[in-house]
C-alpha cells in the first residue's frame, strides 16, 4: 500500500514574511496562514520551501540557502561562494524532498559571475552540509524544482533566456548517492508533473506546441501545436503556465493580441488519456503566472490582501 503523501504547503512572500498555507481538502475562498516565518534581517527571499509539519523553513536568497524554525532560530547556513554583488538576472531556488531529508539547490554562479557553469547542490535538511554537488553546463537565469509525488525523485527546469531550457532529473539512487539524468531537449519548458506521477507536461519554447511526456522516460505520449486548438500559430502562441487540473485533466493556457494590442488568454482543457481537446474552463488572473493548479480539480489565484485565493471546478465550471 501506498503511504498517502505529505500535506502540501503553498508560500507566499509578502511584507518581509515567508508565509505558509496548508491544503485543506475543504478550504476554499481565500486562505489564511498556517504559519508565518520571519527571514533573518537583511534576507531578500528569492524563493522558499516550508516543511509539512511548519516547524522548518528553508529559503534562498542571491548569495546563500538559509534554514531557519518557526520560532526563528538558525538551524544552518550555507553561502555561495564567492559573493556576487550582481543584483539582476539570476535567482537561486530551492525544494525539500518529499521525504523531508534533503535540500536541493539550484545555484545560477553563470549569470551571477562567480565564474564557470551553474550547480544543483544537494544538503542534508538537518546539518546543511552539502552531499552532492552537480556541476552543470548551463547557464541559467533560474529554475524551477519539481518533485515526483511517488518516487520522490526531483525534476529541474532550468531557463538559459533566448538560449532555451534544459530539464533535468535527479533521483537517490541504491547506494544512496543522487543519480542525474539530462533529458535530450534544449527548446522544452517542464510545466507541471502529473499527481499521479506517471507523465510530466511541457511547452516548446518558441511556445508553439505542448506535448505530455511518459516519467521517468521521457518519451512523448502526444503533442498539441497551437493550430490543435483553433488558432492562427502567427497570431496565438501556447504559454508557459498552465498544468494539472486532476491527474486525467490538464490546463494549456493560449495567448494572444486583440485588434486593440490588448494581451487575452484563454485555457484550455485537454484529456490527457485521450490527448484530446475537452473545452474550456474560466480563471479570473492578471497573469497567465499567476494561477497554480492544485492537481485535485482545484487551483490558487492572488488576493488583493496577497493571501492565496482557492477555486474550484464547481464555481467554474468547463465550457
Not at 552540509?129 to 548551463?138: H, I, K, P, Q
Not at 538560449?163 to 543522487?178: H, M, N, S
Not at 492544485?294 to 488583493?304: I, V
Request: proline share 7%; hydrophobic share 35%.
Amino acid at each position: 500500500m501506498i503511504p498517502a503523501p505529505p500535506p502540501k504547503v503553498i508560500t507566499r512572500h509578502r511584507d518581509g514574511q515567508i508565509r505558509a498555507y496548508l491544503k485543506d481538502r475543504g478550504a476554499f475562498g481565500t486562505l489564511e496562514p498556517a504559519a508565518v516565518f520571519e527571514p533573518r534581517v537583511g534576507d531578500e527571499v528569492v524563493e522558499s520551501a516550508v516543511r509539512p509539519d511548519l516547524e522548518r523553513v528553508v529559503y534562498t536568497t542571491l548569495n546563500r540557502v538559509v534554514c531557519l524554525t518557526r520560532a526563528g532560530d538558525l538551524v544552518w547556513a550555507s553561502d555561495f561562494e564567492p559573493h556576487s554583488d550582481v543584483r539582476h538576472g539570476h535567482r537561486p531556488g530551492c525544494a525539500l524532498s518529499l521525504d523531508g531529508r534533503t535540500v536541493w539547490v539550484y545555484r545560477p554562479d553563470a549569470m551571477a559571475g562567480r565564474g564557470g557553469e551553474d550547480q544543483w547542490v544537494v544538503h542534508d535538511a538537518d546539518s546543511g552540509v552539502a552531499l552532492v554537488r552537480r556541476e552543470l553546463e548551463t547557464v541559467g537565469h533560474g529554475a524551477g524544482h519539481h518533485v515526483h509525488p511517488v518516487d520522490g525523485s526531483v525534476y529541474l527546469d532550468i531557463g538559459e533566456g533566448q538560449d532555451g531550457a534544459v530539464i533535468l532529473r535527479g533521483i537517490v539512487g541504491a547506494g544512496g548517492e543522487p543519480e542525474f539524468v539530462t533529458y535530450p531537449w534544449w527548446d522544452r519548458c517542464l510545466i507541471d508533473l502529473a499527481p499521479g506521477g506517471r507523465q510530466f507536461m511541457t511547452v516548446d519554447h518558441g511556445q508553439r506546441d505542448v506535448a505530455f511526456h511518459r516519467h521517468p522516460s521521457g518519451d512523448r505520449l502526444f503533442t498539441l501545436s497551437v493550430e490543435a486548438f483553433g488558432y492562427d500559430p502567427e497570431e496565438t502562441f501556447v504559454e508557459w503556465s498552465g498544468g494539472y487540473l486532476t491527474p486525467n485533466t490538464a490546463v494549456v493556457t493560449l495567448g494572444g493580441e486583440s485588434q486593440d494590442e490588448e494581451e487575452w488568454y484563454r485555457y484550455h482543457l485537454i484529456d490527457v488519456r485521450m490527448g484530446t481537446v475537452s473545452g474550456e474552463i474560466a480563471v479570473e488572473v492578471a497573469s497567465p503566472y499567476e494561477l497554480e493548479l492544485l492537481g485535485d480539480g482545484s487551483w490558487l489565484t492572488d488576493g488583493p490582501d496577497g493571501h492565496p485565493v482557492r477555486w474550484s471546478l464547481a464555481q467554474h465550471p468547463a465550457g
